[in-house]
């Protein structure tokens, strides 16, 4: 029984490890509007996380752009009276809820 629970198990973690992590990708998404440009899913590579860049205006959510980002990481800087947030996560399709 152990060695049967022990290959279950194993296979299981060998089935989730090599499993792509997946993406939503949208290049152009307004807060007013769906997905305008570049809808769709990508599968991350080696190196790469979803990301989510959302851009706001006077603390009011202008447009976000959703990929796969190589290198991701969560970030946060002030431009032109803009505020760029990245955010990147680990998780299918999980750029599409944060």
């Known amino acids: 029984m152990d060695k049967h629970f022990l290959l279950v198990f194993s296979?299981?973690?060998f089935i989730a490890a090599v499993t792509p992590l997946r993406?939503?990708?949208c290049h152009?998404?307004?807060q007013t509007d769906r997905c305008r440009r570049g809808?769709?899913?990508c599968v991350a590579?080696?190196?790469e996380r979803c990301m989510i860049l959302k851009i706001f205006q006077d603390n009011v959510?202008?447009?976000s752009y959703m990929v796969?980002?190589?290198f991701c990481r969560d970030l946060t800087y002030h431009l032109n009276s803009r505020i760029y947030v990245h955010k990147c996560c680990d998780e299918n399709y999980c750029n599409f809820q944060l």
Do not use: A, D, S, Y
């Open 68 to 70: 796969c980002q190589k």
């Open 28 to 30: 152009l998404h307004t």
């Open 45 to 47: 590579q080696e190196h």
């Open 39 to 41: 809808f769709g899913m």
């Open 11 to 13: 296979l299981f973690c």
């Open 61 to 63: 959510l202008q447009l």
């Open 23 to 25: 993406c939503v990708t």
